[in-house]
Nanobody
């Protein structure tokens, strides 16, 4: 059974940083692309970043490019999202997603506020 579990969210002031984690199980993690999405209240789910199985390709949404960094540790079956220079508009529930299995995690709340 494919399972994705996000963690690391919380409350942070504008300009601060957070590091999200997504722990995966139930599939051969190193063979698959993983993506991060986010959804703010009343908004559609927005793609944030993606990383290929071998870490050679990372891509980002325009709204986070230059501030967020996606990475993975295939020895720990975990994907990370380092978020720097956070803005109030980054407030959302953040989800990781395994497109090969159309599987979502439960999400972790990120709130950027002073």
């Amino acid at each position: 059974q494919v399972q994705l579990v996000e963690s690391g969210g919380g409350l942070v002031q504008p300009g601060g940083s957070l590091r999200l984690s997504c722990a995966a199980s139930g599939f051969i993690f190193r063979d698959f692309t993983i993506r991060w999405y986010r959804q703010a209240p009343g908004e559609e789910r927005e793609w944030v970043a993606a990383i290929s199985h071998n870490q050679n390709i990372t891509t980002y949404g325009d709204s986070v490019k230059g501030r967020f960094t996606i990475s993975r540790d295939n020895t720990k079956n975990t994907v990370f999202l380092q978020m720097n220079s956070l803005k109030p508009e980054d407030t959302a529930v953040y989800y990781c997603y395994a497109p090969a299995f159309t599987s979502w995690g439960q999400g972790t709340q990120v709130t950027v506020s002073s």
